[in-house]
C-alpha cells in the first residue's frame, strides 16, 4: 500500500532556530517528491519538487533532501520567522502520466514558531 | 499571471440539502483541474480529476459528483449532503505536466449540521 508518513505530528520552536522535518514513503512507482506548506484556513502552496536523480533542492530558508534509496526525505528550515508557523505536508507522486491524479498526501507536521 | 478563485469560504448546510462550489482558474488555459477534500488531522483525499472539458474522474465512490461546463470552470456538487460530508474542500490546478506544481485555491470549509 503507497503510504507516506510523517515525524514529528507536531513541533515547536523559538524564532531564529532551525528546524528539520521528515517524511518517509513507500510509494510505487515513484516519479517525484513535493514538499508543501500551509497556512491555517488557507490552500497549500508548493515550496519543492524533487525527481528520483535529485538529492537536495532549495527554496530560501527551505532546504528538501531525497534518499531514494531509502525513501526518506526532510524539508530543513533555517533561521526560523513567525511566518514559518504552518502545516508542512510531504507528498510522492506514484505516476510518469501527466494528471497528477495519484499523489499521496502525508498527514504534515504542524509547526509553531514562538518568539 | 494565474490566479484560482473558490467560493464560498464557509459554508453551513443542513443534511439532505443540496451542495454547488465552485472554482475558476484565470491566466492559463486547459489546466488540470482537482477538487481534494482535507478532514482534521488526514492528508488530503482527491475527489475529483479534471484533464479537460467534460472529462471528470472520479478517485473515491461518494455522495459528491463533478462538472467541468467550461476550460476553467469546475464545480463540486451534492444531491443531498451528508453529515460526513463536512470538511475543507480545496480546489487546484496544474499545467499538466509531470513535474508541475498543484496550486490550491483557499479552500471551502463546509458544516454539515
Known amino acids: 500500500k503507497n503510504q507516506v508518513e510523517q515525524s514529528p505530528q507536531s513541533l515547536i520552536i523559538l524564532e531564529g532556530k532551525n528546524c528539520t522535518l521528515q517524511?518517509?514513503?513507500?510509494?510505487?512507482?515513484?516519479?517525484?517528491l513535493r514538499w508543501y506548506k500551509q497556512d491555517t484556513g488557507r490552500g497549500p502552496v508548493s515550496l519543492t519538487i524533487?525527481?528520483?536523480?535529485?538529492n537536495t533542492k532549495s527554496n530560501g530558508r527551505y532546504t528538501a533532501t531525497l534518499d531514494a534509496d531509502t525513501k526518506q526525505s526532510s524539508l530543513h528550515i533555517t533561521a526560523s520567522q513567525l511566518s514559518d508557523s504552518a502545516s508542512y505536508i510531504c507528498?510522492?507522486?506514484?505516476?510518469?502520466?501527466?494528471?497528477?491524479?495519484?499523489?499521496?498526501f502525508g498527514k504534515g507536521t504542524k509547526l509553531s514558531v514562538k518568539p | 499571471s494565474q490566479t484560482i478563485h473558490q467560493w464560498p469560504a464557509t459554508l453551513v448546510q443542513p443534511v439532505g440539502s443540496p451542495l454547488s462550489l465552485e472554482c475558476t482558474v484565470e491566466?492559463?488555459?486547459?489546466?488540470?483541474l482537482y477538487w481534494y477534500r482535507q478532514a482534521a488531522g488526514r492528508g488530503l483525499q482527491l475527489l475529483f480529476y479534471?484533464?479537460?472539458?467534460?472529462?471528470i474522474s472520479s478517485e473515491v465512490p461518494q455522495n459528491l459528483s463533478a462538472s467541468r461546463p467550461q476550460d476553467r470552470q469546475f464545480i463540486l456538487s451534492s444531491k443531498k449532503l451528508l453529515l460526513s460530508d463536512s470538511g475543507f474542500y480545496l480546489c487546484a490546478w496544474s499545467s499538466g505536466g509531470i513535474y508541475s506544481p498543484l496550486h490550491f485555491g483557499n479552500g471551502t470549509r463546509l458544516t454539515v449540521t
Open positions: 491566466g492559463t488555459s486547459n489546466p488540470n
Open positions: 507528498v510522492v507522486s506514484a505516476e510518469y502520466g501527466g494528471s497528477q491524479g495519484n499523489l499521496i
Open positions: 517524511c518517509n514513503y513507500t510509494v510505487s512507482p515513484f516519479s517525484n
Open positions: 479534471s484533464v479537460g472539458i467534460g472529462q
Open positions: 524533487m525527481t528520483f536523480s535529485e
